[in-house]
């Protein structure tokens, strides 16, 4: 169910019986020469609607800029501060809580949200309001991209290529693949770490050109491949959270500080 094609009307049954929102989140912001800067909100809304799809759970708009100052140097990316982000996320789940909803996944495909959705989602449950947990699509088939993809990359590489190839082809600019790979970085895990300190803040001190891994490793096939088995992982993420009685979402009481205060009778007798 996608909230944005449905009535108030149509969406009372659904906050009656249900308590479950999936929300899609990710960035307008450079990837290379080859993909577009909606790429991240792109595959976000993509996966969250066909799992809404798949599960009959609700699905809202999708939120299209976040935190990507960190690629400012390119032209065209767009981004909120931090503070900004978490506000505004916070305020419209709260405002999902209005009608009923109390369980929240961020489906996200921008790790620059990772830790601000997190932040958000432990204001939430601290106060008992909705139980709200963030969700990364590649994160949830580690094996499968290591099994088709040699250097897949953190940031415009071969699985967010592969991805786009399967939800909007047209919009690959598949003529430009090696120079994307030829400018850009093959990732290596401890690029940019001295002595164990990370010393870069932004995409341009490591990729000339924004992006990392081999890129010409990236088909359609591929691509389906991993949509299909990321919304599998997402659907049986939203029914395990339907599942669980509210009680185990809410946070757990504080620990007793004299957990044997209340039996008495082995108190020697102080008089």
């Known amino acids: 169910m996608y909230l944005p094609h ?60 976040g935190v990507s100052s960190h690629h400012r140097q ?26 009923g909803i109390d369980r929240i996944v961020y489906v996200n495909a921008h790790g620059g949200n990772v830790a601000h959705l997190r932040e958000v989602g432990r204001r939430l449950h601290d106060d008992g309001t909705a139980y709200a947990i963030e969700w990364m699509w590649d994160e949830s088939i580690p094996e499968l991209i290591e099994e088709v993809f040699e250097t897949p990359g953190p940031h415009g590489g071969p699985k967010e290529t592969a991805m786009i190839m399967h939800i909007a082809e047209e919009l690959v600019r598949e003529d430009r693949l090696e120079d994307a790979r030829d400018g850009g970085t093959v990732f290596d895990d401890g690029a940019g770490r001295v002595h164990g300190a990370t010393t870069f803040y932004d995409t341009i001190e490591n990729s000339e050109n924004g992006v990392f891994g081999d890129q010409t490793d990236a088909t359609p096939e591929i691509g ?6 990321a919304t599998e992982q997402l659907v049986a993420l939203l029914e395990w959270l339907d599942d669980r009685p509210r009680e185990q979402l809410l946070p757990a009481p504080h620990v007793d500080p004299q957990p044997s205060a209340g039996d008495r009778s082995d108190t020697p007798d102080r008089s």
């Open 6 to 65: 449905r009535t108030w009307q149509e969406l009372t049954d659904y906050v009656g019986t249900e308590s479950v929102a999936i929300v899609p989140l990710g960035s307008t912001e450079q990837h290379g020469p080859h993909l577009p800067e909606g790429t991240d909100y792109m595959i976000a809304e993509a996966l969250a609607r066909a799992a809404a799809e798949r599960s009959g759970f609700l699905c809202t708009s999708p939120v299209r800029i």
């Open 74 to 99: 390119f032209h065209g990316t767009m981004w909120v501060e931090p503070p900004i982000f978490r506000d505004y996320v916070e305020s419209f789940s709260r405002n999902l809580t209005a009608h």
């Open 224 to 229: 389906k491949r991993l949509f299909d088995a």
